[in-house]
């Protein structure tokens, strides 16, 4: 077995001392020949062994505390993080961004782990043979133009067929107004480059979902919430807001709202197109899940509705067709959309536009509405036993609304509780959840959190919320005393 | 033949009476079906004609002179742009990202155009075959899993091959140092999300990169310009900035800058990593060509001679490999990857799994060493033809210095003289290059102007250098006169 003790640096090498020292320490972390919280030599020990400067052992030891390998305790030095029976010390370090997507991602291998909090839909719902079809038919079509730039609005035909997909869905628009993005994310991006200066006001529902707000931060956007309520926004909050605030715009998911999983009555979606008309500011709306819904409502989108070009429609194809293309869609208000288009040339210049090709041929062919039925098919199988098993196991002293549609379930703690709490408590017993403050713009502690079933198989799903439901019961059990420390306001958590 | 006259505006309809109406207009332009400069009828005949709101005529012409299809003189009214004659109409109002984009780009179909503006290379080089067999292995090998959410650094095996690659170009990193981004311009724009804050100071090279300027722009940083000599930066000029300015970064391009074509001698290399370690600010070092150099010069990019880790390095393989991939990496000093981490995630997510996963097989397979092979002999003739033309024709009031590898070719004029004007002038005769203005902040019209061999066949070159030459002599004649008029400094333009 390896040690500490047979560390040696090869001073002839290009690499680095200090990344020399690192590599040689995490490795042994990682192949666990180092126990965790065995102490590691002291600076001046191991410079003097190993015949370096101070600075190199240093600097590897600090990257190795960056990284999540060792940790510090002041005045006695340097230990051995468990990185294997508490993956804390990484989710605890990240930022906002990352903590809703870390959560997701946290030991997807591992097979007894139930993840509600990802959502990435699982890889055997993807069209890969139909997807590989198109590819190979682009190639042999286009040749070497597929990969010559593409132009930064987005490949004609591509918008010209996403004209007559919206057409379907009560979108009238022109090709103009289309414009490609790689990933719903980016568009958030990019319109906030667009629209956002230094300072400026943007509206947001409460809780909304983290990667916007992340976005916001970084344009120094200064951002105002509203809270959400079962039929959508609080339109008395939100009018409250704004008779002091007069922000850019506000971003919305009026149809199954993440995390809540809500959706906006229509009276609402008209309130807040006429809200926006009085105060002058844009709607950004998310439509990622607007097809999923699994009861016969109507989920109409406020760009169906929208009579004076005030939506930025956005839709992702991430759940619903792949994530992995990182292709999707806006349609921007005429009056702004040279700005837009600058934007998108400087964040990327265009998206791939074999992408493109290809899924305008998947478009074309009508292999999306093929397949939008097939997954619609098997994700309301998941949301009904979900469901069904919720109703069967979920403690009566959690609330919670059902949603019509969607992947994502909100629920709420007795008052006093935290969320944070119960994602620990949880991760300890292999079920991952997503807490309440993921959703802030202050990621404050709260009483709610998110269950989503975009990546739980079927089986999976009715074993983990059983599983759930007596963690919840026994949380709610154990945490009772806790309630003075839980309800601390930390605003630097 | 269909008029003004025969337009009517279908009411019942659910597209925007104004989208209509711009849209017959636009038709009947862009299907000649109106002359040029003739005017369009007034607001209140047309509203009175068609019976809406005069609002809806406003809206109309308003996007028909925003999309640059007419014009309009105060108190006379509006008419009709001449589209097909002059171009200029959308190139005057474009903002100095699209400008340099947008002069590539112009009339590439037309095969009577000489483009010397464009950078994109030609799709006869790019290797489609091998990359369609790379796309279908992966496909094959890893099914839906190419398509869920890659992680925001990158593919971990893709970032294992470049590792391995940069180490046979003497840079030594770490795959966690690897950050894999969508193109070289969605580098830039990350890491001027990581590293500025509004107001915060960017040091960039004068000329530079349009893009880059773009994005720093956008960021509201605070832009100063180091001028470039013939054996690159200026340390002198660096020198005194760095008394006055603290900059977070400076923005350099060491080999075959764009758009002069220099590079920095290894002096310079030297000297510029030592003033960035004294002053303590990161280098971002473009490279986007040092694989093509054509003599026996050793272009050593900056991150290959770091000693301290304060070079961000970025590679973009759009005009080695092809730029349609949208797929380029970083290498990030340790102490800012988290940053630049967060900064991806906001972006994009992730960068297209299937496009990493295709490209981590080239690189393993070699693929991509034998196509630099071949690209750089195709280049290198081309290269060769435009030395000897440029000798041979060029006059010799133009002065130049010409570089040793790269695709650009800088000149300038008399120093009286306007490359706005010499582009002007240019276009007219069919010959697109791209101008002084588009390279500086302020775009202030200058004497300098860039020709790129990118998108040129080897036969094309000669000829159009020789006319390059030809119509050089006739403007430096025909715009001798308009001296006093050219050098007026505009800080609007």
Known sequence: MKKLDDITLDKSSDEFLYIQLYNNIKNLIVEKNIEPHTKLPTIRYLSKRLDVNNVTIVNAYNLLEQKGYVYKKVGSGTFVQDIFKDDNFSYKKLSIVEKEANVSDINREKIDIINFASTSPTPNLFPVEDIKTVLNEVLDRDGGKAFTYQESQGYYPLRNAIRGYLDEHNINTTEDNIQIISGAQQGIDILSKALVEYGDIVFTESPTYTGALAVFKSRSARIIEISIQEDGIDIKDLENKLRTFNPKFIYVVPNFQNPTGCSYSIEKKYELLSLAKKHNFYIIEDDYLSDLSFNDEKNETLKSIDTEDRVVYIKSFSKILMPGLRLAFMVIPTAIYN?????????????????????????????????????????????????????????????????????????????????NDLYEFCKKNNVIIAPGSAFNVDQSDNENFRLSISSLEYNVIEDGIKKMGSLLTQFLNEYKNKKNTIDIYNPFL
């Open 339 to 419: 700005d837009v288009l600058s934007a998108k040339h400087i964040s990327d210049i265009s998206t791939s536009g074999l992408i493109q090709r290809a899924f305008d041929l998947y478009l074309r062919k009508g292999d999306w509405k093929k397949n939008l039925q097939r997954v619609n098919y098997i994700y309301k199988e998941r949301f009904n036993i979900m469901i069904k098993s919720i109703k069967q196991y979920i403690p009566k002293d959690i609330s919670y609304k059902l949603p019509n549609g969607g992947l994502s379930f909100w629920f709420s703690l007795p008052i006093e509780y935290s969320s």
